[in-house]
């Protein structure tokens, strides 16, 4: 048996990250891992072979070669997710799909031969049973949860070795929190599910094996929905095993409430983690009540990032608009907000409903839904009724984005972050060939070749002055900043 998976091409967003991933020679941010482990879960005796269409071509051989193709990924690549399908079915080969798109678009995709929906570790078996018997069906779904203590190490070695700058793990599923336009709790359920420490480790010597030795970013929706077990378990286990592997990074995404808890965010940098996603959705208490982000509320959030920033973690924030709560000021209040805290890299979108969610419940009942979700997160398309007049909406949306992408902006930003900003001391990573490109690509495409270089210039003496510990970071959020920076001045009102 022949097994060809393919994971579909993000188009250029906010995430793609295609224009600084350009400057370091590099195709994506990081490998499918759900792919990557739905690979560990296939019988020994299938061939299997990987394609990320992010990093590489989907060849008419390929394609031949396969008795299956097996295809996993997220909303936002459902374009070219049904390219791929449109193709593959042409030519008469059998197509497997699950991942987050098809299990919650399913009907979106009947042409497919057999979807395998929810948690693969429950229904990807069952599937295999039966298509091993010659009586598989056509769709396999279940409400249960999975034991993710059962989840195997995923397949590195079918993974491109050079074409990403990060690599990918999960520890947990589910998120305690009830976030009514969040698609978290629809696919994982509240129950804050996690892997063993031994697991965690496991997966990492894989990685480190593979002979990675940079950045690993857990994938996890919130990291630390039981932080008494982050800090009991898997903390004390990263940390030891880090020890002489401290080029090794790791990121994540968490709530606010660590701001709460100078102890775990100390053990947190000590167990290499150097920065955190945090979803600050909004800076209005109305809106953070409609939406039903309780752990938002009542906060001095500003002081919490730079607490958060000070104890040696970088802050990329979320932020939407578009609540019926939010007045046209919200704008201008949001760009304030993102400006002063010193949050760099600020992913802003239009409120968007995803099926299944109870936001879209509620506004399928109230006649408020225009259609699929886009799942571009900086697109400023919404499949929602606003009340806020829909023009106003869009201008002030994309007036705000470029705004806090222009280069008077995104730079002071990062001299904000710095100022907060208490470096750990740790070896510094392995300089590889890439690095070397991306700083003198950078040094060119920045410096010199936009009108505004003097900005980057600026920067690089300003933090080796100040903060030269810094320096890396200065240079690596000046190449990320490249990219938003297109992709706001290609905002058209």
């Avoid at 700083?439 to 505004?452: K, M, S, T, V, W």
Wanted: aromatic fraction near 10%; glycine fraction near 8%; charge should be neutral.
């Amino acid at each position: 048996m022949n097994a060809l998976l393919v994971y579909p091409e993000f188009p250029d967003t906010f995430w793609s990250m295609k224009h600084a991933l350009r400057l370091a020679g590099k195709k994506a941010t990081a490998p499918p891992l759900g792919l990557a482990t739905v690979a560990a879960m296939l019988p020994d005796h299938w061939s299997l072979k990987l394609i990320d269409l992010n990093v590489a071509s989907l060849t008419d051989a390929d394609i031949e070669w396969a008795d299956a193709v097996l295809l996993s990924g997220m909303v936002i690549q459902r374009d070219a997710a049904r390219r791929i399908i449109d193709r593959v079915k042409a030519a008469g080969v059998t197509t497997i799909a699950g991942g987050p798109l098809f299990t919650t678009e399913p009907d979106a995709f009947d042409d497919i031969d057999y979807l395998i929906l929810n948690e693969g570790e429950i229904t990807l078996p069952r599937f295999l049973r039966d298509y091993a018997d010659g009586t598989a069906k056509h769709i396999y779904t279940t409400d249960e949860r999975a034991d993710i203590t059962k989840s195997p190490v995923p397949r590195w070695d079918i993974v491109h070795p050079t074409a990403y700058t990060n690599r990918s793990i999960q520890y947990s599923r589910g998120c305690p929190h009830n976030c009514d336009f969040c698609s978290v709790t629809q696919l994982f359920g509240h129950r804050w599910r996690t892997k063993t420490p031994e697991q965690v480790i496991a997966e990492l010597d894989a990685v480190y094996s593979s002979g990675w030795r940079g950045s690993i970013n857990f994938v996890d929706d919130n990291l630390a929905g039981r932080p008494r077990i982050l800090r009991e378990e898997l903390l004390p286990a990263l940390i030891e095993w880090r020890r002489g592997k401290e080029t090794i990074s790791f990121g994540t995404q968490i709530g606010i409430e660590i701001a709460d808890d100078p102890e775990l965010m100390a053990m947190m940098v000590r167990a290499g983690f150097d920065s955190v996603f945090i979803g600050i959705e909004t800076v209005e208490e109305e809106s953070l009540t409609e939406c039903n982000k309780r752990q938002n509320r009542g906060r001095d959030l500003l002081e919490d990032v730079h607490s958060i920033q000070r104890s040696g973690l970088l802050v990329t924030g979320g932020f939407i608009v578009g609540f019926d709560h939010d007045k046209p000021s919200v704008f201008d209040r949001m760009t304030d907000f993102i400006q002063r805290s010193g949050i760099t890299t600020a992913m802003v979108g239009v409120l968007q409903a995803p099926a299944g969610t109870r936001l879209f419940d509620r506004l399928r009942a109230e006649n408020r839904i225009s259609g699929q979700m886009s799942g571009d997160n900086v697109g400023g398309l919404t499949n929602v009724v606003t009340r806020m007049d829909p023009d106003t909406l869009r201008r002030g949306y994309r007036r705000m984005l470029r705004n806090i992408y222009s280069g008077d902006s995104y730079y002071a930003r990062i001299r904000t972050f710095i100022r907060n900003y208490r470096p750990p001391r740790r070896r510094p990573p392995r300089l590889r060939g890439w690095h070397i490109r991306a700083y003198f690509q950078a040094l060119f495409e920045l410096g010199f070749a936009r009108r505004d270089g003097w900005r980057y210039h600026g920067l690089l003496w300003w933090t080796l002055f100040r903060k030269p510990q810094a320096y890396p970071v200065a240079i690596t959020l000046a190449i990320a900043g490249h990219h938003f920076q297109l992709l706001a001045e290609g905002l058209q009102d």
